[in-house]
């Protein structure tokens, strides 16, 4: 299954890409829904490359769920209006967590659209699973309009 859950941020393009490459802000933002522990001693990278990090999720901080395998891939495009993230994740209850981030310019210089596509399958779990991830990811979205309006004071 395939959700798509849309909104608009009211800062600039360059902001919006530069804060989505930090791992911090994963961090910020999934809390206190997700929160990811990397499964590496040495934490997940300062701004996320293109690669695999095993992360182990506990729900609400405190039930463990199960490890996540994020895989980061970040997209070029030739067009410098959009940008372009894709996790295209997994693990061992998600065969395919696949999550495309789309940050695209507007008219308005200060405000950018945000598209948050998951593709889901977890065999007889996925209609549970896109479920908790249809409200996960408004609040992600809920949690990103918090840091814009307070200028990203909790990440700095």
Do not use: C
């Given at each position: 299954?395939?959700?798509?859950?849309?909104?608009?941020?009211?800062?600039?393009?360059?902001?919006?890409?530069?804060?989505?490459?930090?791992?911090?802000?994963?961090?910020?933002?999934?809390?206190?829904?997700?929160?990811?522990?990397?499964?590496n001693?040495?934490?997940?990278?300062?701004n996320w490359?293109?690669?695999?990090?095993?992360?182990?999720?506990?729900?609400?901080?405190?039930?463990?769920?199960?490890?996540?395998?994020?895989?980061?891939?970040k997209?070029?495009?030739?067009?410098?209006?959009?940008?372009?993230?894709?996790?295209?994740?997994?693990?061992?209850?998600?065969?395919?967590?696949?999550?495309?981030i789309?940050?695209?310019?507007?008219?308005?210089?200060?405000?950018?659209?945000?598209?948050?596509?998951?593709?889901?399958?977890?065999?007889?779990?996925?209609?549970?699973?896109?479920?908790?991830?249809?409200?996960?990811?408004?609040?992600?979205?809920?949690?990103?309009?918090?840091?814009i309006?307070?200028?990203?004071?909790?990440?700095?």
């Amino acid at each position: 299954m395939v959700i798509n859950i849309e909104t608009h941020f009211a800062s600039n393009f360059e902001t919006i890409t530069s804060y989505v490459m930090l791992s911090k802000t994963l961090d910020y933002i999934a809390k206190p829904m997700v929160v990811f522990e990397p499964a590496n001693p040495n934490g997940f990278p300062e701004n996320w490359k293109n690669g695999d990090y095993l992360a182990k999720m506990k729900l609400f901080g405190i039930i463990p769920f199960s490890s996540q395998t994020i895989v980061i891939e970040k997209i070029k495009e030739a067009n410098p209006n959009e940008f372009i993230l894709r996790d295209n994740g997994y693990s061992s209850l998600i065969n395919t967590w696949d999550h495309w981030i789309f940050i695209r310019k507007t008219k308005n210089e200060n405000l950018v659209r945000y598209i948050d596509r998951i593709e889901i399958k977890a065999g007889i779990l996925t209609i549970f699973i896109v479920i908790f991830a249809s409200v996960f990811y408004r609040w992600r979205q809920f949690r990103w309009k918090k840091l814009i309006r307070n200028h990203f004071k909790e990440l700095n």
